[in-house]
């Protein structure tokens, strides 16, 4: 289940063993997130922070509703991920397919890479992919914009924030917990959606390089 305190509790577990502190952190999405959370609860223990399309869900998202509906969403929610089975597909080409038509900016190397490493083989010779689909049954609780807007107002170190222009979310200039980061910059990626970092590689790897120097 989708619950981000405790994705920080396995990332301040992982980071007390490498102990090399302050450390620099980059995550997408989720794992966006879960840095700028962490980043907040722990502001010395970080010198920089990048987060690719991972702030949170929309104000407008239902995660933000009310209460009885957040909750009879969730347990729907599981009680139909309880009856799903694994898409499988019957060779690497055919999943590399379904990736590229997922994500059209992909090319034909990257989807190759990103499928093979996505994928397992099953008993009968067919690939799944290693996401877990019960990570999609976010929690109903704990996604408040003021306590998270509170959390990333913490952050001390510099915050770089990338956003595609194609992605499934807008922009978040506005957004009440980008504007409590007293030390960020949003880069706005042309011809990128969610994946910006697949999607428009060589610009986030420069504005990226730099950044972490």
């Known amino acids: 289940m989708y619950n981000v305190a405790e994705h920080v509790l396995d990332l301040s577990a992982l980071l007390d063993i490498i102990d090399e502190f302050p450390i620099r952190l980059v995550g997408h999405s989720l794992g966006g997130i879960i840095v700028l959370h962490y980043a907040g609860?722990?502001?010395?223990?970080?010198?920089?922070?990048?987060?690719?399309?991972?702030?949170?869900?929309?104000?407008?998202?239902?995660?933000?509703?009310?209460?009885?509906?957040?909750?009879?969403?969730?347990?729907?929610?599981r009680r139909d991920m309880e009856k799903?089975?694994?898409k499988s597909?019957?060779?690497?080409?055919?999943?590399?397919?379904?990736?590229?038509?997922?994500?059209?900016?992909?090319?034909?190397?990257?989807a190759r890479h990103l499928t093979l490493h996505g994928t397992n083989?099953?008993?009968?010779?067919?690939?799944?992919?290693?996401?877990?689909?019960?990570?999609?049954?976010?929690s109903p609780f704990g996604h408040n914009l003021a306590d998270t807007a509170e959390v990333y107002g913490q952050i001390t170190s510099p915050t770089l924030l990338f956003w595609g222009?194609?992605?499934?979310?807008?922009?978040?200039?506005?957004?009440?917990?980008?504007?409590?980061?007293?030390?960020?910059?949003?880069?706005?990626?042309?011809?990128?959606g969610h994946w910006v970092h697949h999607d428009?590689?060589?610009?986030?790897?420069?504005?990226?390089?730099d950044f972490l120097k």
């Open 84 to 86: 799903r089975k694994l």
């Open 89 to 110: 597909y019957p060779s690497l080409d055919a999943a590399m397919a379904r990736m590229k038509e997922a994500n059209p900016h992909l090319t034909d190397e990257v």
């Open 165 to 192: 222009l194609e992605s499934f979310a807008p922009v978040p200039e506005a957004d009440p917990r980008v504007q409590a980061m007293r030390n960020c910059r949003l880069i706005k990626v042309p011809k990128a």
């Open 41 to 77: 609860v722990y502001p010395a223990r970080v010198s920089r922070a990048v987060s690719i399309e991972g702030i949170g869900f929309p104000p407008k998202h239902r995660v933000h509703g009310p209460a009885p509906d957040r909750l009879r969403y969730w347990l729907e929610s």
């Open 200 to 209: 428009q590689l060589e610009l986030f790897l420069q504005e990226t390089t």
């Open 121 to 138: 083989w099953d008993s009968e010779g067919c690939l799944t992919w290693k996401f877990d689909n019960y990570a999609r049954a976010i």
